[in-house]
């Protein structure tokens, strides 16, 4: 019968005997060197620590305290009471009183493509001047270069409309004003597409009123019957600058 007990004691010896011998193998030197670096480490950790409070404390002045508690409230605030935004269309039309854009920049474009176009009349045939004036250099007359602006005003302003603002443009608008236009008496009556533009027609002439003229100026009398009879010019003159 084999004794277990004595096999068992000589596996150990084994073990003990080996682990004896990898333990010396490891040299004194390295463990050394592992306990200073610890020792190292932690000294800088505190130190670190150290210098950290120190600048903290530096930093930490009443003044920052104070706004860090006044910023901390406001986004407290702002958290509980979100700022409500305006509501936007999700459609991307445009804001309703939003103006609406000018389908002609200048006075000029409207006038080249759009009243030339549209409102077409024969003014280059023989011996029509008799009947109707033009000049291709309507804006060298100041009375045209007016009433071509006053109209590209008012088909701008009309023009959106959506149901009688289109012909009130024509018969209130358009049409008186090229009626005085093409007038063989009118603003273009030396000029023709023809010959082209001769020269503007001469002033009125006018008197200048006294610096001290004003509109109740005008001489009256009364009527044996009570009545007051202007006996002034009943119509105000008035001087105006020569257009370009």
């Known amino acids: 019968m084999t004794d277990t007990t004595t096999d068992n004691n000589a596996s150990a010896e084994a073990i003990g005997s080996a682990a004896a011998q990898a333990i010396a193998g490891i040299e004194l030197g390295e463990l050394l060197d592992s306990a200073v670096r610890k020792a190292v480490g932690a000294q800088f950790a505190a130190a670190a620590k150290s210098i950290a409070a120190e600048v903290v404390g530096a930093f930490l002045t009443d003044e920052v305290r104070a706004q860090m508690t006044e910023t901390a409230a406001h986004?407290?605030?702002?958290?509980?009471?979100?700022?409500?935004?305006?509501?936007?269309?999700?459609?991307g039309q445009e804001d309703e009183e939003q103006e609406p854009q000018q389908k002609y920049p200048t006075v000029q474009a409207f006038v080249e493509q759009w009243v030339s176009e549209v409102y077409r009349r024969e003014v280059s045939e023989h011996n029509i001047e008799t009947k109707r004036r033009w000049c291709p250099q309507w804006w060298r007359h100041g009375e045209a270069k007016a009433r071509l602006e006053a109209l590209w005003n008012a088909f701008e302003a009309l023009r959106q409309g959506e149901t009688v603002e289109q012909s009130l443009f024509w018969l209130v608008h358009l049409d008186p004003h090229m009626t005085r236009l093409f007038d063989p008496e009118g603003p273009f009556k030396y000029c023709s597409p023809n010959e082209g533009h001769h020269g503007h027609l001469a002033a009125l002439p006018v008197v200048p009123a006294p610096a001290n003229y004003s509109s109740?100026?005008?001489?009256?009398?009364?009527?044996?019957?009570?009545?007051?009879?202007?006996?002034?010019?009943?119509?105000?003159?008035?001087?105006?600058?020569?257009f370009p």
């Open 75 to 91: 986004e407290a605030e702002l958290a509980l009471n979100p700022p409500v935004e305006a509501a936007r269309a999700d459609d």
């Open 216 to 242: 109740s100026d005008v001489n009256q009398t009364e009527h044996p019957s009570g009545l007051v009879i202007p006996t002034g010019p009943a119509r105000r003159r008035v001087v105006i600058a020569q």
